[in-house]
């Protein structure tokens, strides 16, 4: 099909070229020919008329016994006709190149699929063939699209001036020198900058700056940077960006207060880059990023260049049929890459597969691959707010207060299922590491952030729940032993990926709150201590059967003493943590609105503290929830 002259030119024609019927594309796939492999996959659930055997024309007439016809489809279609019919002196490609083969059933009735062609850039039929296998490198093809895209990049930017730089940052040209050195940035210095997001990985940073050698690094750089280091400074030269932020040079890694410091800074960093370098493939900081190698595909076929040499084509599937899973990668799994990506006005992401570029300014789809691989970069978090970059959003007929309330409602619940999914290397950082997103959504909502919630929408993210019916292959966090420190009303506490099911009418309400941070210079950070005050229905001690609890079944019969549930099969408990410790026998239920509860435990001093949520599940339960709702009274509770 592709190996001849003769086969080129029948898929460039209008009859296409006729390859097998549906029995023997059957058979040659069962031969495991990658090609009819292929085709069988799309054909197979094609309705082909099975009538019996006869003369073409006759109603019966079998159509699987007609041959499948492909068609060639170019980067530009409309050249098509213009192209000579003699290709008896010219190769039958001598023009547009290659984008895709079109295969169509005899029957018409479906339509057509579409399998898309790649090759490796050196092959031969490069010259001949769009799209490309993939790889991670930056080869002179690379870099200008790289800085093709800049260019227009710069010219959608609202800026009227390059960025100011962060206090520290890497010269990757400094005076023309071949070398590197950390450059300690002028009061109000500005310039292009790009921000490596990268794991770090146990043991694997082997040069760090220091209060004892900081000296020396503005000077030059040592020899023995880690691979992804090197790799990023290379991009950095090659798309020519002349300054570099990665935190392990350009903090003080054994100094607590410039940590500190830059730490709370991390956000605007990356949401004033130019441009994040995302290593997003790399394990570890020794591993690095830059590859040669080409991604492989499922099936290759010859390709006819002349008479006397061919090169390689192979096949990729439909638009979508590959893709590279974000949470699949290294750096995607990693806690503090989270805010690093989505605050970050562009990104360079180097996966698996492939280069892929994402900006806040462009429109409809935000992920293109650098050059075209026909694979496409697939991830479940929402973005943040055009409001964060100070791009103005559309609200319609709304009002602001209502637009915002249903922007954090949509928006907030996803960022904290996709980041508490996440794993951090230290479980103190969980708050930290969210600092610089809620520090920049404070000012774009303009509402005041408590711990991992939102003043504005707290009561209706308080039912929270913990996801321990994750699917199999879903990436889960690694798990801590207990409760993490701050406020029991928090996802934040609980080392697990957690789910919010907003409210939309709570029946609480939020009185006062108190946060107190552990330093007021990283107020979005650690917090010493937290509490809020709500004016809810608080239901008396229930007894609840403990098994039930853990396995989410119904509450047991009640005793003589304790006020119960007199039901079966309509409760569902979610309790935050297996192993906490509290009176099994005495739960006090929170009513929060829309059939749900929270599960609380009186302390001592007289305040609560969460342990679970649970919710009636079946909406025809009236009678159950004025029973359990005329135990109660509404009451000021102060939930630790």
């Known amino acids: 099909m592709t190996g001849t002259r003769e086969g080129l030119a029948a ?3 209008d009859e296409g070229y006729e390859h097998y019927n549906w029995y023997d594309i059957q058979e040659s796939a069962h031969k495991r020919c990658g090609l009819c492999g292929y085709m069988w996959e799309l054909l197979e659930g094609s309705i082909w008329d099975s009538g019996d055997e006869s003369e073409e024309g006759d109603d019966n007439y079998d159509v699987t016994r007609k041959a499948v016809r492909v068609f060639a489809q170019l980067e530009d279609i409309e050249t098509l006709s213009t192209r000579p019919k003699n290709f008896q002196d010219r190769h039958p490609l001598d023009g547009p190149r290659m984008y895709s083969l079109v295969v ?34 930056l080869g002179h093809v690379e870099v200008a699209a790289i800085r093709s895209w800049l260019a227009e990049e710069y010219s959608l930017e609202n800026r009227a ?16 020198s071949a ?47 880690s691979a992804t280091i ?44 130019t441009l994040t370098i995302v290593a997003a493939c790399a394990e570890t900081a020794a591993a690095g990023f830059l590859s040669s190698e080409n991604t492989k595909a499922q099936c290759t076929l010859p390709f006819f260049v002349d008479d006397r040499t061919s090169g390689t084509v192979s096949i990729r599937g439909s638009e979508g049929a590959e893709v590279t899973v974000a949470a699949d990668e290294p750096l995607f799994r990693r806690g503090w890459a989270f805010q690093e990506l989505m605050l970050s006005r562009r990104t360079l992401i180097f996966d698996t597969k492939q280069i892929t570029m994402k900006s806040i300014y462009s429109k409809g789809s935000n992920y293109m691959s650098v050059v075209t691989t026909h694979v496409e970069f697939e991830t479940q978090c929402r973005d943040l707010p055009l409001a964060v970059f100070g791009i103005d959003e559309p609200m319609g007929r709304r009002s602001r207060e209502s637009y915002l ?3 954090q409602n949509n928006r907030w619940p996803s960022m904290v299922e996709e980041y508490s999914g996440r794993d951090l290397t230290m479980w103190t950082d969980r708050l930290p590491a969210l600092a610089g997103i809620a520090t920049e959504l404070a000012l774009a909502w303009d509402d005041i952030y408590l711990a991992g919630l939102w003043h504005r929408t707290l009561v209706q993210h308080l039912g929270w729940i913990r996801d321990k019916y994750l699917p199999i292959d879903t990436p889960r966090p690694a798990i801590h032993p ?14 697990h990926r957690a789910t919010l099911r907003p409210i939309s009418k709570p029946d609480t309400k939020l009185i006062s709150y108190h946060v107190q941070p552990t330093s007021e210079r990283s107020p979005f950070g650690q917090v010493d201590s937290a509490h809020i005050i709500l004016d809810a229905l608080l239901i008396p001690p229930l007894k609840v059967d403990q098994e039930s609890l853990h396995r989410g079944r119904h509450c047991s019969p009640p005793d003589d003493t304790t006020p119960s549930i007199r039901s079966e099969d309509l409760w569902h408990f979610h309790m935050d943590l297996e192993d906490d410790r509290y009176d099994k026998d005495r739960l006090w239920l929170l009513y929060l609105g829309q059939l749900q509860f929270l599960m609380i435990d009186k302390l001592e001093s007289g305040r609560f503290r969460r342990l679970g949520h649970t919710e009636l599940h079946d909406t025809n339960v009236s009678e159950q929830l004025r029973m359990i709702l005329t135990l109660g009274k509404r009451e000021k509770v102060i939930l630790e």
């Not at 730089?165 to 010269?171: A, E, G, S, T």
């Not at 050195?181 to 990268?198: C, F, N, P, V």
Request: with cysteine; proline share 7%; net charge neutral.
């Open 179 to 225: 070398g590197c050195r950390i450059h300690q940035t002028q009061y109000g210095e500005k310039a292009q900058y790009a921000a490596l997001s990268y794991c770090w990985g146990k043991g694997s940073q082997q040069v760090t700056t220091t209060r004892s050698n900081i000296t020396n690094f503005s000077s030059e750089l040592p020899a023995g940077l």
């Open 161 to 176: 001036s390059p960025p100011e730089l962060p206090m520290r940052v890497i010269d990757v040209e400094p005076n023309g």
């Open 230 to 273: 090197r790799d990023a400074i290379r991009v950095c030269r090659e798309i020519g960006l002349r300054f570099l932020w990665v935190d392990a040079l350009c903090i003080v890694q054994d100094d607590d207060n410039d940590k500190l410091d830059q730490i709370a800074r991390m956000g605007s960093i990356y949401k004033n880059a």
């Open 405 to 407: 309330v249903k922007d």
């Open 482 to 495: 207990g409760r993490l420190a701050g406020p029991s009303w928090s996802w934040v506490t609980v080392p």
């Open 104 to 137: 169509a059933a005899p029957t018409g009735n479906d339509p057509p699929e579409v399998l898309h062609l790649v090759t490796a850039p050196d092959d031969l039929a490069a010259r001949y063939i769009a799209g490309r296998l993939g790889s991670r490198t």
């Open 11 to 13: 898929l460039l024609s």
